[in-house]
């Protein structure tokens, strides 16, 4: 499967961004979808994740309330919507897709199989 992210940009704190994840092949909901991001000088991080099957939804602690993940079988893709952005959002975020995942797992960058390419978000003033 390829992924392709993009949607990113920057915006001021407080504002929105929707970003896209575009799936090709199969529809979104034969795996699990997750949001990963990578601030400068840290390391990837689980942003949000949706399952294939039964579409449970996981998110970070730091971005519950605020992101919201849904999927649209029908134009293949998976959305993450970012309210009420925070300077700490900014990295570059990347979509990717696991065969399965285990629910205690859904954060670990290791558990996908498969990677698109990152879209910059830059929050600031």
């Known amino acids: 499967v390829q992924l392709q992210a993009s949607g990113g940009g920057l915006v001021q704190p407080g504002g929105s961004l929707r970003l896209t994840c575009a799936t090709s092949?199969?529809?979104?909901?034969?795996?699990?979808t997750g949001w990963f991001r990578q601030a400068p000088g840290k390391e990837r991080e689980g942003v949000s994740c949706i399952t294939n099957d039964d579409g449970m939804i996981f998110y970070a602690d730091s971005v519950k309330g605020r992101f919201t993940i849904t999927r649209d079988n029908a134009k293949k893709t998976v959305y993450l919507q970012m309210d009420s952005l925070k300077p700490e959002d900014t990295g570059v975020y990347y979509c990717a897709a696991a065969n399965w995942i285990v629910e205690g797992l859904w954060d670990l960058a290791r558990e996908y199989n498969y990677w698109g390419q990152g879209t910059l978000v830059t929050v600031s003033s």
């Open positions: 092949g199969v529809t979104p909901d034969h795996y699990a």
